[in-house]
C-alpha cells in the first residue's frame, strides 16, 4: 500500500543546515507538499510543489525531490524552527491524499 | 484574507452524534476543494476525506470511510464533518485546510484553527 515515510526525529546546532526527507513510490510521479507545525498550533504549509514558499516563509526553507524522496531543507536553522514537519502527496493511483508520519525537528 | 473558521471545542458522550464545522471567507469558496484532518493527542496528522465544495464530490480515505460524513453548504460558504454516534476513540483535535494546486501538485493552505473533539463518558 501506498506510504510516506519520514525519520521520527533530527536535530541540528543553531545556524547549521538540516535535511528533512520523505520517501514513498508515490512521490515519483506527485510532488510533496511540507507542513510546519508548532505545539499547540495548526500546521502552516511551508513549501509546496516543485519548491515554492508561501508568502511570509523565510527563504532558508527549501525543497528538493529526487526519485521516491523528497526532502525539506532548512538552511541556516532558526530556534525558532523547532517545530514538527510533515510531508503530504498523494497515494501511488493519484486518488487519495496521505501525510507523511512526521518529523520533530530539535534545534541545539 | 483567506480564512477558515472551524467552530468550537466539543465534549460528547459515546454514541452521541456530533457535527463540526468550517467556514470559508476571503476567496471563492466554489472553486476549491476542503479537506479536513485528524490528530489525535501526542500523534501525526491524518488525512481523513476531500470534498469539492463546487459540486458535493466527496472522498474519503479508506481509514475514514463510513465512520464520518463530510458535506458543504454553498450558501454558508461552510463544511462539515459528521459522526452519528462518536466512540472514545474519536477524541482528537480536526482541522479543516483548504486544497489546491493540480494532481501532480497540490497543497493545504490555509488551514482553520482546529476544533477539539473529547468524548467521554
Known amino acids: 500500500s501506498s506510504e510516506l515515510t519520514q525519520d521520527p526525529a533530527v536535530s541540528v546546532a543553531l545556524g547549521q543546515t538540516v535535511r528533512i526527507t520523505c520517501q514513498g513510490d508515490?512521490?515519483?510521479?506527485?510532488?510533496a507538499s511540507w507542513y510546519q507545525q508548532k505545539p499547540g498550533q495548526a500546521p502552516v504549509l511551508v513549501i509546496y510543489?516543485?519548491?515554492n514558499r508561501p508568502s511570509g516563509i523565510p527563504d532558508r526553507f527549501s525543497a528538493s525531490s529526487s526519485g521516491n524522496t523528497a526532502s525539506l531543507t532548512i538552511t541556516g536553522a532558526q530556534a525558532e524552527d523547532e517545530a514538527d514537519y510533515y510531508c503530504?502527496?498523494?497515494?501511488?493511483?493519484?486518488?487519495?491524499?496521505?501525510f507523511g508520519e512526521g518529523t520533530k525537528l530539535t534545534v541545539l | 484574507e483567506v480564512q477558515l473558521v472551524q467552530s468550537g471545542a466539543e465534549v460528547k458522550k459515546p454514541g452521541e452524534s456530533l457535527i463540526i464545522s468550517c467556514k470559508g471567507s476571503?476567496?471563492?469558496?466554489?472553486?476549491?476543494?476542503i479537506g479536513w484532518v485528524r490528530q489525535m493527542p501526542g500523534k501525526g496528522l491524518e488525512y481523513m476525506g476531500i470534498?469539492?465544495?463546487?459540486?458535493?464530490?466527496?472522498r474519503y480515505s479508506p481509514s475514514f470511510q463510513g465512520q464520518v460524513t463530510i458535506s458543504v453548504d454553498k450558501s454558508s460558504s461552510t463544511a462539515f464533518l459528521q459522526w452519528r454516534s462518536v466512540k472514545a476513540s474519536d477524541t482528537a483535535m480536526y482541522y479543516c485546510?483548504?486544497?489546491?494546486?493540480?494532481?501532480?501538485?497540490?497543497?493545504?493552505?490555509?488551514w482553520g484553527q482546529g476544533t477539539l473533539v473529547t468524548v467521554s463518558s
Open positions: 470534498i469539492y465544495a463546487h459540486d458535493s464530490n466527496t
Open positions: 485546510a483548504r486544497h489546491g494546486g493540480t494532481t501532480a501538485e497540490s497543497w493545504f493552505d490555509p
Open positions: 510543489g516543485k519548491n
Open positions: 508515490s512521490l515519483r510521479s506527485y510532488s
Open positions: 503530504n502527496s498523494r497515494d501511488n493511483n493519484g486518488y487519495h491524499l496521505m
Open positions: 476571503g476567496y471563492s469558496f466554489t472553486n476549491y476543494w
